[in-house]
């Protein structure tokens, strides 16, 4: 039977209408998160070992490219200008500060910052609507847990869903097998390393999946997403406990705990009481699945943390780094040690030559920032990451925003996250800095689309 003139444009209007929600929904913002992803996931191959530099340095080059590319000054973000200041300090630390490591190095330093950085820019010549940015959440939720589900076929089928070991952690002196951990049963196993080549790496994504899957189960209508959201909670706490980081452990219970105080003020008692009982359950249950599988020597490491003292548990894992920063490197350096001394690109880019601007050591960020920028790096950029998180703050407490205020909620709770990491890690020198700087900045944009129709399409 033939179809009618008016059913065929009926179909073809319901087609557009689809591709132009689809088109107001995914855009740059979700191309580039998707990039990021992919390209993490090629690393793992050996065949694309030697072309390692380049695909870190394309990782990093998509948000200097979308910096260029992408037309208009953007909205005016909490956090902008003092973005500003910070590369301004960088600028100065090159031309001014006689322990440059070198030229290349120096300058490959300020544009690896400036793309971490750059988000707060190029997200905010865009148009984000909530769906989109309920996408960009869903978009880290699902690579993170998908790399939780990873780490745990890593500790059930022990060298089958098992990525290549980073090189760095081969040539060290013990060659990665102290930080194989031994089951209940016996077999000794990597921590679980997820979609990374560094064991104890779905640690990280077992954060993601845990309070990104508590979001969605609590935000999320329909049963069989509230479902899914659940079971990545489990997943993600499941991969946090056999990496046996205690610091991410310890991290994710703020994080929650962030979370439902914010859910309190803003009104939503059932559902902060309902998270409260739920994480309860869900951590003991956890707990013990995790022990049963893990072993004694999981359950001695977690039980560490309500055994010791925490300030000394602290101290004795990370917090001597930090003592060393304040105490011996300040007075050292306060106004920087020169670019390009530290971290991946003085390997590639840096000069051993000269004994005054060898490579230095950097375990946690506020180490990084003080080789970096010397003091005034570090009060620039907490004052950048302070007002970024005061704006989605101040979302989070408007009345009549209805979802996005939800979404507030979880990326302050995220943010709280990230920047306890600071003290355990250089985030802001990677992705995950990166990352950071795309999520506050969209939820940022997004409350102020609402009131904007002609703008850059996403």
Not at 58 to 86: D, N, R
Not at 384 to 408: C, D, N, Y
Request: aromatic share 14%.
């Amino acid at each position: 039977m033939a179809t009618s003139p008016n059913t065929q444009n009926s179909n073809q209007e319901q087609r557009l209408r689809a591709i132009q929600v689809i088109t107001k929904t995914f855009g740059w913002l979700h191309i580039f998160l998707v990039l990021q992803f992919s390209l993490q996931i090629l690393l793992l191959f050996p065949q694309f070992g030697v072309l390692r530099p380049l695909m870190r340095i394309a990782a990093f080059g998509m948000s200097l490219f979308l910096l260029v590319w992408l037309p208009g000054p953007g909205q005016k973000l909490p956090g902008k200008a003092t973005a500003i200041g910070i590369m301004m300090i960088l600028l100065m630390q090159f031309f001014f500060n006689p322990s440059l490591n070198s030229v290349p190095a120096g300058l490959a330093q300020c544009a690896l910052y400036l793309a971490i950085i750059a988000p707060l820019f190029w997200v905010s010549r865009l148009s984000i609507s909530v769906s989109a940015l309920k996408w960009l959440i869903y978009i880290l939720w699902g690579f993170h847990t998908l790399s939780s589900i990873f780490g745990l076929l890593q500790i059930y089928f022990p060298g089958q869903y098992q990525p290549f070991l980073s090189t760095a952690i081969q040539n060290q002196g013990w060659g990665g097998e102290n930080l194989k951990i031994v089951l209940a049963n016996g077999s000794s196993v990597f921590r679980p390393m997820g979609l990374t080549d560094v064991p104890g790496g779905a640690a990280r994504s077992g954060f993601y999946a845990l309070l990104f899957g508590t979001g969605i189960a609590l935000q999320e209508r329909h049963h069989i997403f509230k479902t899914i959201g659940a079971l990545s909670v489990a997943i993600g706490l499941f991969s946090i406990y056999m990496s046996q980081i205690r610091s991410t452990l310890v991290n994710s219970i703020i994080c929650l705990i962030i979370l439902f105080f914010i859910l309190y003020r803003q009104g939503k008692i059932l559902q902060a009481s309902t998270m409260a009982g739920g994480m309860i359950a869900m951590f003991i249950a956890v707990f013990s699945w995790a022990v049963a599988v893990g072993g004694q020597q999981t359950l001695n490491r977690i039980m560490s943390l309500t055994s010791d003292d925490p300030s000394q548990v602290f101290q004795q894992n990370r917090g001597h780094f930090l003592t060393t920063t304040i105490q011996d490197l300040l007075p050292q350096y306060p106004l920087g040690a020169g670019l390009g001394r530290w971290g991946p690109l003085n390997g590639y880019f840096g000069d051993s030559s000269n004994p005054l601007t060898q490579a230095l050591w950097v375990e946690i960020q506020w180490t990084g920032w003080l080789f970096d920028g010397g003091l005034p790096l570090i009060i620039a950029y907490v004052l950048a990451i302070g007002f970024t998180v005061h704006g989605v703050w101040k979302i989070s407490m408007m009345p009549g925003q209805g979802e996005l205020r939800f979404w507030a909620a979880l990326i302050i709770a995220y943010d709280a996250g990230a920047f306890a990491v600071l003290f355990n890690y250089p985030l802001f020198i990677g992705q995950g800095g990166m990352e950071f700087w795309v999520l506050n900045a969209a939820i940022l944009v997004a409350i102020g689309s609402k009131s904007i129709t002609k703008k850059t399409s996403i």
